[in-house]
């Protein structure tokens, strides 16, 4: 976990900013394009499933969730929980509902999380908002039978940290199945160090006990199967970091592949899941029907 000590804070920066090394559009366009793909997206997944909108699965004002309903949703459905990126401080559920098309037409429900990114969220809280998102699916929707997770970027690692909570204390255990990790950042150190713990404000101890590298632990049975998925264009220390995270899960007994994307950088290895012929939707659709 540690040749990033030796980086200059340059050369950091650079590394943990994921809109310089696509080589399909330059850094200050690539974020807006993200934005209005996503936002298209999910107009598009709104206008043609069934859904319940901002539901709220806590008391405060970004405890909400939205679902997409499989198209013939009579008996019971799989679920993919879909929590999304922007650096714990942007984007939000409303512009992450464009992986549902594919997979609602397949009979499989998708629900946006939202929580409460930074500055308002503190990493603390927005591990427990997540957590707390899934336990009140499985207490209020019976008809779920199996719940995949699937995070991009800082929604991977919020969806890595879910995998490692100890549900004693929110009275269900909900029946995770398997967790496609995109693109996420795993161990929150060298984050300290970079413009993105601005608006973060994280303490030290707090990026160790929220880093999903350091839950990795043969003590920790083996729950699911889990992919990490890492796009070619993404920078070399996030496709360390999905490495690392990788073997060690597989170390500690976890079943786990390492899906290496050709040709997509950060931003459309996940905007693509809006489209049916991608293979990680293929993929994701695989690993649900063989459960
Ligand atoms: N300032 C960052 C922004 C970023 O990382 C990002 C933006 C939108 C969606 C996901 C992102 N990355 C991780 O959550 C960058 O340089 O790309």
């Given at each position: ?10 050369a ?30 999910t ?17 405060g ?30 984007l ?7 992986a ?14 939202g ?60 029946d ?22 601005d ?53 500690a007994?976890?079943?786990v592949?390492l ?20 293979i ?12």
């Amino acid at each position: 976990m540690g040749g990033w000590r030796d980086m200059s804070a340059e050369a950091l920066e650079d590394q943990y900013s994921p809109s310089r090394w696509s080589p399909r559009l330059d850094r200050d366009t690539i974020i807006d394009a993200h934005l209005a793909v996503t936002a298209a997206g999910t107009e598009r997944a709104r206008a043609s499933a069934q859904t319940s909108l901002h539901v709220p699965y806590g008391k405060g004002d970004g405890e909400k969730l939205d679902i997409y309903f499989p198209t013939d949703h009579s008996g019971t459905f799989p679920v993919l929980v879909y929590i999304h990126g922007g650096y714990w401080q942007c984007l939000s559920k409303d512009e992450s509902g464009f992986a549902a098309p594919p997979l609602v037409s397949q009979g499989v429900a998708v629900v946006a999380v939202g929580y409460d990114t930074a500055p308002r969220g503190h990493m603390d809280t927005m591990v427990l908002q997540v957590r707390r998102s899934l336990a009140f699916l499985v207490e209020q929707y019976p008809e779920i039978r199996g719940i995949y997770l699937c995070g991009h970027s800082a929604g991977a690692h919020l969806a890595a940290m879910v995998l490692f909570t100890d549900w004693t204390e929110f009275h269900v255990v909900p029946d995770i199945k398997g967790a496609v990790l995109v693109s996420g950042v795993y161990d929150l150190e060298p984050i300290l160090h970079t413009y993105v713990n601005d608006a973060l404000n994280m303490s030290r101890e707090v990026a160790q006990r929220n880093s999903p590298m350091r839950h990795v632990a043969p003590a920790v049975p083996a729950a699911c199967e889990v992919l990490v998925v890492v796009a070619q264009h993404d920078s070399p220390e996030f496709r360390r970091q999905s490495q690392e995270y990788s073997q060690a899960l597989r170390a500690a007994g976890w079943s786990v592949s390492l899906l290496d994307l050709a040709s997509v950088d950060h931003f459309d290895v996940i905007e693509k899941l809006s489209e049916n012929s991608y293979i990680l939707t293929q993929v994701i659709l695989n690993m649900i029907s063989r459960a």
